[in-house]
Nanobody, 123 residues
């Protein structure tokens, strides 16, 4: 069992950058980021394995976003560059047990979720 707390969201202009953080109460999990825009379903953004050796990205953010983790701090980050208005959403951090055998892009694979942090990209 793990508690997750996201931070770092805010209001930015198109082209700006933000770094989101997810502080976990413990380690030993694969980690993912999802987002939900108004009127839409929760969507996969990025994921990283417990070891940090593999990362995965939605096509919509590939090349702009980078997921990373600091195991010593039990923290995962999402560096978001070249932000677009369509990136506006509540961003959620999620943790999956190491036995995950499905797709990192499916929300159902994750066991724990943070409360979310709002990212708004607007001119």
């Amino acid at each position: 069992q793990v508690q997750l707390v996201e931070s770092g969201g805010g209001l930015v202009q198109p082209g700006d950058s933000l770094r989101l953080s997810c502080a976990a109460s413990g380690g030993g999990y694969h980690m993912g980021w999802f987002r939900q825009a108004p009127g839409t379903e929760r969507a996969f953004v990025a994921a990283i394995t417990w070891s940090g050796g593999r990362s995965y990205y939605a096509d919509s953010v590939k090349g702009r976003f980078t997921i990373s983790r600091d195991s010593a701090k039990n923290t995962v980050y999402l560096q978001m560059n070249s932000l677009k208005p369509e990136d506006t959403a509540v961003y959620y951090c999620a943790a999956a047990m190491l036995a995950l055998s499905g797709s990192f892009s499916r929300a159902r694979e994750y066991d724990y979720w943070g409360q979310g942090t709002q990212v708004t990209v607007s001119s």
